[in-house]
């Protein structure tokens, strides 16, 4: 996960006491996914994701990339071979799926992104480890730290701390909803969301998403 880069926010985050519900953290946890990425070389990548429907999920495209396998964990422990994959030079996404079903929860996105000074929420299995959630504020856009000169002209920096292999995670705001994806860190505890509004414009425009073999090739 990258973590090179530290944002200077242009405001102070003010916290709300507000939280997901109950109900809003079970099924956060249900939706929310394990991904293991074995390369075409030796590594071994881990990562998080999130089920969008019974056989699709979102990752990050840096959790798949150049592999020759990838399975994912449910919260419930079972193990699923993925099918195919799609990623975009747009945004560090990736898109999985599969042929048996993920489980019975899945991902209700927001149509717009957080704000500053909103409390979120991630999900997600830090060093492919057990199922975590940490909670954080919106700092605010920033300039993306990672994809320099990509088609993303603007991040979202929070206080959520994340840890390599909650890549993928999702963000979800005080109702539960995804208002954005993990996909990098920084030395001082923040971390980078791609937000809501390009996941959502990937998703309604397939053309911007291209399929991966997964397969190595033979050089």
Known sequence: MPSDWVPEPTAT????NVGLSPDGFTAAQRMTLRVRSIGCGVGVR????????????????HVIEDSKNIQVSTHDGRVIDATAASSTTVADIAIITTTEPL???FA????Q?????????????????????????????????????GAVDTVLATTAVVEPGSSGSPV????GEV??????????????????????????????LVPDSLECSQS
């Open 103 to 105: 489980g019975g929860a």
């Open 113 to 149: 992104d957080p704000e500053e000074g909103d409390v979120i929420t991630v999900v997600g299995y830090p060093g492919g480890g057990r199922l975590t959630t940490v909670s954080g504020v919106v700092l605010g856009a920033v300039p993306d730290p990672v994809e320099d000169g």
């Open 179 to 208: 208002v954005g994806v993990v996909y990098a860190n920084n030395a001082v505890g923040q971390s980078f969301i791609v937000p809501v509004t390009m996941l959502n414009t990937l998703l309604a425009q397939p053309s911007l």
């Open 108 to 111: 209700a996105r927001a149509t």
């Open 172 to 175: 979800l705001s005080d109702d």
């Open 46 to 61: 881990t990562g998080s994701g999130f089920a969008l429907d019974a056989f699709t999920l979102v990752t990050n495209r």
């Open 13 to 16: 985050p003010v916290a709300k």
